[in-house]
């Protein structure tokens, strides 16, 4: 079974408003995720162009609200892990302070806060910074397995700023572990093994062969990670994926790899604050710890409010129908995010 990127086309048609009601019409691009054959939309509308956002009074607000990460208040403010677990009571790599999820979404949660700063702009993210996070993380995800083998399944995410559904503007990650994977890191693991069954081969090392072989979607290789754009983004004007080559699980990710992980990811922060974005979600997909069918990877999608009135760029089409659109092109955001990886 070869990997294909299918694509169909379909024209809607109108009288344009804009053009003495001329007949016009608008190619809808249909898209079929080539692991999982998830459906999404390319909709050939004009691009939004964001304005650069005034940040300082959304800051303001949620430091008079009072923010419990800041290091006045996170010693008190925070939770500790158990005796049994951390003995410690918290995990620390340089500023990144780890310790549980007072709202967990898994058996093991836990929120990794990356900077004593309340808020790090995108182009003010260092790469020992995050490197620290990361690393902070894993040693979490490290004791938690550890302590409970059934909790082999792994995600981090990352939610920065309101439009990305973050109720704290202090830059922090949730880490999440349990014995039971969640929806669409189960569509990943199951369609990754299946593949391997099928094919003998894994989807991950054909998959990055195919899309350097096309040279369309593809960035650039950092150490062991490669970076591209999604052939079906998640996200309205930008999804880059980042793949962990030949690792099998978060916990089998060495030291380089994560920095050369942040190395990339404050290459693609300065585009996204080129492009006056200013909010995404990011989510690293473990692979599972004696399986080499899914390799550990990144993707990361822009969030914004859509102008004029601010509506919400999560649809009802990608809300309750599950399907993913977007405004742009992969191919094109590739070719703008190429000059930053150089």
Same mark, same amino acid.
């Given at each position: 079974?070869?990997?294909?990127?299918?694509?169909?086309?379909?024209?809607?048609?109108?009288?344009?408003?804009?053009?003495?009601?001329?007949?016009?019409?608008?190619?809808?691009?249909?898209?079929?995720?080539?692991?999982?054959?998830?459906?999404?939309?390319? @909709?050939?509308?004009?691009?939004?162009?964001?304005?650069?956002?005034?940040?300082?009074?959304?800051?303001?607000?949620? *430091?008079? /609200?009072?923010?419990?990460?800041?290091?006045?208040?996170?010693?008190? /403010?925070?939770?500790?892990?158990?005796?049994?677990?951390?003995?410690?009571?918290?995990?620390? /790599? %340089?500023?990144?302070?780890?310790?549980?999820?007072?709202?967990? !979404?898994?058996?093991?949660?836990?929120?990794?806060?990356?900077?004593?700063?309340?808020?790090?702009?995108?182009?003010?993210?260092?790469?020992?910074?995050?490197?620290? /996070?990361?690393?902070?993380?894993?040693? !979490?995800?490290?004791?938690?397995?550890?302590?409970?083998?059934?909790?082999?399944?792994?995600?981090?995410?990352?939610?920065?700023?309101?439009?990305?559904?973050?109720?704290?503007?202090?830059?922090?990650?949730?880490?999440?572990?349990?014995? *039971?994977? @969640?929806?669409?890191?189960?569509?990943?693991?199951?369609?990754?093994?299946?593949?391997?069954?099928?094919?003998?081969?894994?989807?991950?090392?054909?998959?990055?062969?195919?899309?350097?072989?096309?040279?369309?979607?593809?960035?650039?290789?950092?150490?062991?990670?490669?970076?591209?754009?999604?052939?079906?983004?998640?996200?309205?004007?930008?999804?880059?994926?980042?793949?962990?080559?030949?690792?099998?699980?978060?916990?089998?990710?060495?030291?380089?790899?994560?920095?050369?992980?942040?190395? %990339?990811?404050?290459?693609?922060?300065? !585009?996204?604050?080129?492009?006056?974005? !200013?909010?995404?979600?990011?989510?690293?997909?473990?692979?599972?710890?004696?399986?080499?069918?899914?390799?550990?990877?990144?993707?990361?999608?822009?969030?914004?409010?859509?102008?004029?009135?601010?509506?919400?760029?999560?649809?009802?089409?990608?809300?309750?129908?599950?399907?993913?659109?977007?405004?742009?092109?992969?191919?094109?955001?590739?070719?703008?995010?190429?000059?930053?990886?150089?």
């Amino acid at each position: 079974m070869s990997i294909g990127f299918k694509k169909e086309i379909e024209l809607s048609k109108l009288l344009d408003p804009r053009n003495n009601f001329i007949e016009k019409s608008f190619p809808i691009e249909f898209r079929y995720d080539p692991l999982t054959k998830d459906m999404g939309i390319i @909709l050939e509308f004009r691009r939004m162009q964001r304005e650069k956002k005034d940040l300082s009074a959304v800051i303001a607000k949620s *430091l008079q /609200a009072g923010c419990p990460f800041c290091p006045e208040s996170i010693e008190k /403010a925070t939770p500790k892990f158990i005796p049994d677990f951390c003995p410690e009571g918290r995990i620390r /790599a %340089g500023e990144a302070i780890v310790f549980p999820n007072a709202m967990p !979404y898994m058996p093991h949660s836990a929120i990794t806060v990356i900077s004593s700063k309340h808020f790090v702009g995108l182009s003010e993210f260092t790469e020992d910074m995050l490197a620290n /996070a990361f690393l902070a993380s894993q040693t !979490y995800l490290r004791r938690v397995q550890e302590y409970d083998a059934s909790a082999k399944y792994w995600l981090l995410n990352w939610n920065y700023m309101p439009p990305a559904a973050s109720s704290q503007i202090h830059p922090h990650l949730q880490v999440l572990a349990g014995p *039971l994977p @969640l929806v669409y890191h189960r569509v990943l693991l199951d369609a990754s093994r299946k593949y391997r069954s099928a094919n003998g081969t894994g989807f991950w090392s054909d998959f990055i062969a195919k899309e350097k072989e096309l040279g369309e979607r593809y960035i650039a290789t950092i150490g062991n990670t490669v970076w591209l754009t999604s052939f079906v983004p998640r996200g309205g004007q930008l999804d880059i994926q980042a793949i962990f080559q030949e690792r099998e699980s978060f916990l089998s990710l060495l030291q380089e790899d994560m920095e050369s992980f942040c190395h %990339g990811l404050t290459k693609v922060f300065k !585009y996204m604050d080129d492009q006056n974005f !200013y909010s995404f979600d990011l989510c690293l997909y473990s692979g599972v710890v004696g399986e080499d069918s899914l390799w550990t990877q990144v993707r990361i999608i822009e969030r914004g409010l859509v102008p004029p009135v601010d509506a919400s760029d999560a649809s009802n089409i990608r809300l309750l129908v599950d399907t993913k659109t977007s405004i742009r092109h992969p191919e094109a955001v590739c070719q703008k995010l190429k000059p930053y990886f150089e």
